[in-house]
């Protein structure tokens, strides 16, 4: 079955563990710990992303991953900061690596993931999410033949399978698909800012 219509198929918990697990592999661009979104999945063990637990642990995360990001805090407003005449725009564009474009995309999923998720808006969230993660992977992706993308659309598609398939039972297996990804991508992050130095 295609990654369109597992999402299309999932249930709330299913959407809820997909987006989640897009954000996760994609927290060593915004600065934070591996365990930064545990509590997360774990309101999701424990009911699924209904009531106050996930709200509240999104929350506390949204704050954590704030305050490790110094890239997160909002720039000068358009037109308030020196050299923003004719021009301007293009080269702020030129200067922006895959990295911030990245970044920013990390940051967004976690901006949107919804407070209050009811299945519409975890599905929004769900598909935006892997859309994006798919993204941020091919940003980073050096080679020509992709292998970052097609290992990033596996993960994708394990995850939601895995919780159609076994429903709260495969957490922890999706999980455990998640931290291989966020290891990688760590990974790539790390070698590519020692090619910068």
Not at 93 to 103: F, I, K, L
Not at 131 to 154: F, K, M
Request: proline letters at 6%; aromatic letters at 2%.
């Amino acid at each position: 079955m295609s990654l369109v219509d597992l999402i299309a198929q999932a249930d709330e918990r299913g959407l809820a563990a997909s987006g989640l697990a897009c954000l996760d592999r994609c927290v060593p661009l915004l600065g934070g710990d591996d365990e930064v979104l545990r509590p997360l999945w774990s309101s999701l063990a424990d009911g699924g992303a209904d009531g106050d637990a996930w709200g509240e642990r999104l929350a506390k995360a949204r704050a954590e991953l704030d305050s490790a990001d110094p890239s997160a805090a909002p720039g000068p407003a358009p037109g308030s900061a020196p050299g923003s005449g004719p021009g301007a725009e293009a080269e702020t564009e030129a200067s922006v690596s895959d990295e911030d474009r990245a970044a920013a995309l990390a940051r967004r999923m976690l901006a949107t993931a919804p407070d209050d998720p009811c299945a519409s808006a975890l599905r929004a969230w769900a598909d935006a999410c892997s859309a994006a993660a798919l993204q941020i992977h091919r940003l980073l992706d050096v080679a020509a033949d992709g292998p970052l993308v097609a290992a990033e659309l596996r993960r994708q598609v394990a995850v939601l399978e895995l919780l159609a398939g076994r429903g709260a039972g495969g957490l922890r297996p999706a999980l455990e698909v998640s931290t291989e990804g966020r290891r990688v991508l760590r990974a790539v992050v790390s070698r590519r800012a020692r090619g910068r130095s």
